[in-house]
């Protein structure tokens, strides 16, 4: 079983379109994540959210809206999409928002705006 | 606040040899360091992480990390090389809500 998947996991699309990205956890977690890496493989926490509520918005575009229908699933929705905004996204769950817990990851959607 | 430095982009070792990845970290209060592995074109796997209690920490796939308080370092360690390790190893920090990652150290084993 997967304990936490996203899909899709490649997406090209063009610019200007909008696009979503799911991810689901199966591992009963409170905490999710949406983690950007860049060309250079740097990692950037952009939301996190704990029981479907919003606690952390890093200085992320507004064209960026994450929706949290239930704590098993966070979902990363993306408007106006830009060449910039390529990347690989990876979702990520937690069992708390301690700091002592280790965060599980998804295998990431490779987005590709062209 | 927590964060975490890789000093070095490339680490190469030949297969059989101990490694060492480095990373220091700066903290405001007591740290949380984890280790992560990514393979190229998967997720991020935990390794192992150093809470409290002993500096040695044993991880997954014959991994182990040495915190250091006195010279504020987290560095990943393993006995005995092999081209599988060959990867992307992340340091991370949780100073809060979310892991703070260092820039990543790029893991070549040679045969």
């Known amino acids: 079983d997967t304990a936490v998947s996203q899909t899709p996991k490649y997406l090209v699309t063009q610019m200007g379109n909008d696009k979503s990205i799911k991810c689901e956890q199966n591992l009963g977690h409170d905490t999710m994540y949406w983690y950007k890496q860049d060309s250079k493989k740097f990692l950037k926490i952009m939301f996190s959210y704990n029981n479907k509520e919003l606690i952390i918005n890093e200085t992320v575009p507004n064209r960026f809206s994450p929706k949290s229908p239930d704590k098993a699933h966070l979902n990363l929705h993306i408007n106006s999409l830009e060449l910039g905004d390529s990347a690989v996204y990876f979702c990520?769950?937690?069992?708390?928002?301690?700091?002592?817990?280790?965060?599980?990851f998804g295998q990431g959607t490779r987005l590709t705006v062209v | 606040a927590q964060s975490v430095a890789q000093p070095e982009d490339q680490v190469n070792v030949a297969e059989g040899n101990p490694l060492t990845v480095k990373c220091t970290y700066s903290v405001s209060g007591n740290p949380y360091l984890f280790w992560y592995v990514q393979y190229p074109n998967r997720g991020l796997q935990f390794l192992l992480k150093y809470i409290t209690g002993d500096n040695l920490v044993k991880g997954s796939y014959g991994f182990e990390a040495e915190f250091n308080k006195s010279q504020t370092s987290f560095h990943l360690k393993k006995p005995s090389a092999l081209v599988s390790d060959s990867a992307l190893y992340f340091c991370a920090a949780r100073p809060g809500y979310a892991l703070n990652f260092g820039k990543g150290t790029s893991l070549l084993v040679t045969p």
């Open positions: 990520a769950s937690s069992d708390t928002t301690w700091g002592n817990t280790e965060a599980f």
